[in-house]
């Protein structure tokens, strides 16, 4: 890619709509995809660990997906938890525009997209999945990370999924050194599933 990226807020690269089918045992998806957004083309092997191998979600409350793209894990998220709120949190007004679009015609009236400074967001989460921008380099991603794991509401727990290659082991020890109790979940085709637990700890320490 150029200087551009997927997690650009207004993408400049033309339109190249395309479709995604997301298949899982209990969930089918039949979204939209354009270029502009992360993995246009085909459901990303790491997205589709956390579908496959992530607990089922909390049935209520206010679960996040942290750079939701399209949509696949917000989606997923929403149909398997009808009664629960699912944030759909991206920069790119592209990949929003497209979330919304493929949550309204699977009829997932529980979806809202939006931005990260959106103050409707409610201050304690029951539970983050997310696919994070790693490419946005070390410093970006540990503060993003840092600013929504300390929403978690006590008990709740977040899902992070990543490559190896890009640096996921790592990740791992950051999160621990941070407070956060940590556990590899899952791990398939370079990737790894990281369950991050509410941590008192933090919850002790950072300010409200």
């Known amino acids: 890619m150029t200087a551009e990226h997927y997690f650009s807020a207004r993408p400049r690269a033309p339109h190249r709509p395309g479709r995604v089918r997301v298949i899982l045992p209990d969930v089918h998806l039949d979204l939209a995809t354009d270029a502009g957004v992360f993995s246009p083309g085909r459901l990303d092997p790491g997205t589709r660990l956390l579908l496959d191998a992530a607990p089922p979600p909390p049935a209520s409350g206010a679960l996040l997906d942290l750079g939701c793209g399209y949509g696949p894990i917000a989606c997923v998220l929403a149909a398997r938890s009808p009664g629960a709120a699912v944030w759909a949190l991206d ?3 592209r990949a929003l525009a497209l ?3 493929n949550a ?3 009829g997932l009236a529980n979806v809202r997209c939006v931005t990260p400074g959106d103050r409707a967001i409610p201050a304690q989460l029951a539970g983050i999945w997310s696919n994070p921008p790693v490419r946005v ?3 970006a991603l540990h503060q993003l990370l840092s600013a929504w794991l300390d929403r978690l509401a006590p008990g709740a727990r977040a899902y992070l999924v990543a490559a190896r290659n890009l640096g996921a082991d790592s990740l791992h020890r950051w999160l621990a050194g941070q407070g956060w ?3 590899r979940l899952a791990a398939r085709s370079g990737y790894r599933l990281l369950q991050v637990d509410f941590s008192a700890e933090r ?4 300010p409200p």
């Open 99 to 101: 979330c919304a679009r």
């Open 203 to 206: 919850a002790v320490v950072t």
């Open 181 to 183: 109790p940590v556990t």
């Open 91 to 93: 920069v790119n007004t």
């Open 104 to 106: 309204a015609a699977a």
């Open 137 to 139: 380099g070390k410093q």
